[in-house]
C-alpha cells in the first residue's frame, strides 16, 4: 500500500465512518478565531474532546478567542486539550511543516474547514476566491493526502450560496455560475467551493456541506460576536437612532421578506449531529437552518422596543411613493452589501435536520430573538453611547 | 455654502474613522483605512454612515468609495461632497 492509498482521501466511504463514531476522535477546526469555528471549537472541548485549532492568530489570542466561547455557554473546559496550529490558507501546503503535518493526522480526525473570507466589497474578489476557493482545494488537498483512513471533512458553507434565483433553496448540488448569479462574490466563491467539495466526496472523501442560515447570538444570552447579516442592518440602525432619536425611518424591504437566522448554540449543534450521524457519501449539502424563519417586519419591531427610532420596513412598491430622507438614504447606503437579502423570501428545505430531529436545540422563538437583538444594541451603546448634544459639545470644548 | 478647510474636517473625520476602526492604532491623515487600520468592508460602509450623519451630507457612491485609501481621501470625499 502505497502513503496516499491507506489515506482518507482515497478509500475512505461510508461503511468505514459508520464504524467510527465521531464522538472520540480528534477534531482540527479552521478558522478557529471567527464566530462559528470559535463556537464550535468551545463545544467540542466541552465534550471532553481533543481540539486542534487552525488559526492565522498567535496561540495566545486563538486560546482567549475559544475561552471566550467556553465561557459565555458555561461549563468547565480543560484548554489543555487545545492545540493551537498556526497556518495560512492561501499558502501552498497550508503553509504547514512536515512535522506539524505529521502531528495534526496522527490519528483518523474530523476536519471543519470553516475558515472563510466574508467580505461583499466587489474590489475584494480576488482575495475572496483566493481564500474560499484556493482555501477550501488546499485543506482539501492537505486532508487527501495526510488524514488517515476514517478521517472526516465537513465544509462549512452559506445557505444562500443558492443563488438570486432560487426562492426555495433544496439540499441539493447546485452547479456552477457566473458572479452574476448571486448576490456577491462571497456566495459565488462558496458555490464554487462546494463544487471542489463535490468532486473531493464522488472521489471517496466521507464528509459532509453545512450550509449555515444567518448565525446570530446565544439562544439564551443573546450574546454574539460577529457583525455579519443581521447585525450588519441592526449596526445601521443603532448608528442613526444614536445621533437623530425620535426619527422615523423606513426601510425597503420585499413583503415577504425573512431572516433565516440560527442562534450559534444551535448551529454549533445541528452542526455537530450531521456529522456524529451515519453519513452517506452521496448525501447533498444539509441546509443548517431553523424550521420558521423570522420576518422582517418582526425584526423592525424588535429594533423599536430596544431603540429610540421608528423602523418600518415598506415594500418597494409603496417605498417609491414618498420620497426618501436622507436618513433613509443612509441606512440603504449602508446594507449595500447585505439589503438584497431583504429583496425576497427564502424557504429552505431542511429534510436532514428534520430526520435527525437531535432533541433539545434551541429554536429561534421571539423572546430569543428580542434577546439577541437586546444584547447587540446593549454591546453597541456601552462601546459608543450617543454623542452629546451639539450646544454641550461646544461648551465643553 | 462654506467651504471648510482641510485643517477644520480632519479632526471631524478623524473622529468617525476612530469609531469605526476594527484596530487600535494612531490615525493620521495618511493612515491606510484598510492595511493601517483593519477596515473590511462592512467596517467602510460603516465609516460612511457616520460620515453622512456628522456632516449631514448625501451617501458617497460606491465608485468614491472604492477610491477611498486613507484618512486623507476621506476628508477629500467629504470635502466634496460638502462643495
Known sequence: ?397 | MTTLAYDDLLPRVISAVAACAPDDDVIAGPSKLVDDLGFSSLALLELVTELCLEFEIEPVSEEDLLSVSTVDDVVEVVRRALA
Open chain 1, 1 to 397: 500500500m502505497t502513503h496516499e492509498q491507506g489515506r482518507a482521501g482515497v478509500v475512505a466511504g461510508a461503511a468505514q465512518v459508520v464504524g467510527l463514531p465521531g464522538a472520540g476522535r480528534v477534531a482540527v477546526v479552521d478558522g478557529a478565531t471567527g464566530f462559528v469555528g470559535a463556537n464550535l471549537a468551545a463545544s467540542l472541548l466541552r465534550d471532553g474532546r481533543r481540539v486542534v485549532a487552525l488559526s492565522r492568530q498567535d496561540a495566545a489570542a486563538t486560546r482567549a478567542r475559544i475561552a471566550g466561547a467556553v465561557i459565555l455557554h458555561g461549563g468547565l473546559v480543560d484548554l489543555d486539550r487545545l492545540q493551537v496550529v498556526g497556518y495560512d490558507l492561501v499558502a501552498p501546503g497550508l503553509g504547514l511543516a512536515d512535522d506539524a503535518v505529521a502531528a495534526l493526522f496522527d490519528e483518523p480526525c474530523e476536519f471543519w474547514h470553516v475558515a472563510a473570507n466574508v467580505n461583499f466589497r466587489a474590489g475584494n474578489r480576488d482575495e475572496v476566491i483566493a481564500v474560499n476557493v484556493g482555501g477550501t482545494e488546499r485543506t482539501l488537498e492537505v486532508f487527501r493526502r495526510h488524514a488517515p483512513s476514517g478521517s472526516r471533512y465537513f465544509f462549512v458553507s452559506t445557505a444562500y450560496c443558492c443563488g438570486v434565483d432560487v426562492d426555495q433553496p433544496l439540499e441539493r448540488w447546485y452547479e456552477a455560475a457566473p458572479p452574476s448569479a448571486f448576490r456577491n462574490f462571497y456566495e459565488f466563491s462558496k458555490r464554487q467551493a462546494e463544487l471542489a467539495v463535490r468532486d473531493a466526496f464522488a472521489d471517496g472523501v466521507a464528509g459532509a456541506v453545512l450550509r449555515l442560515g444567518q448565525v446570530v447570538g446565544d439562544s439564551s444570552t443573546g450574546d454574539a460576536t460577529t457583525d455579519y447579516g443581521m447585525y450588519n442592518l441592526i449596526r445601521a440602525v443603532w448608528a442613526v437612532a444614536r445621533r437623530r432619536p425620535g426619527e422615523h425611518v423606513r426601510i425597503e424591504a420585499h413583503e415577504g421578506a425573512n431572516l433565516h437566522l440560527v442562534p450559534i448554540d444551535s448551529a454549533v449543534a445541528w452542526m455537530r449531529a450531521v456529522a456524529e450521524g451515519d453519513l452517506d457519501p452521496t448525501a447533498p449539502p444539509v441546509n443548517v437552518v431553523d424550521r420558521a424563519p423570522v420576518a422582517v417586519a418582526r425584526l423592525a419591531e424588535a429594533l423599536c422596543r430596544v431603540l429610540p427610532l421608528d423602523v418600518e420596513m415598506v415594500a418597494p412598491s409603496e417605498f417609491d411613493r414618498v420620497p426618501s430622507t436622507q436618513l433613509e438614504r443612509v441606512v440603504a447606503a449602508r446594507l449595500a452589501y447585505t439589503g438584497s437579502y431583504l429583496d425576497q423570501p427564502f424557504r429552505f428545505g431542511r429534510q436532514t435536520l428534520d430526520r435527525l430531529d437531535p432533541g433539545g436545540v434551541p429554536v429561534m422563538t421571539a423572546e430569543a430573538l428580542d434577546r439577541i437583538v437586546g444584547a447587540f444594541v446593549t454591546e453597541l451603546m456601552d462601546a459608543r453611547p450617543a454623542p452629546a448634544p451639539v450646544h454641550e459639545q461646544a461648551a465643553s470644548a
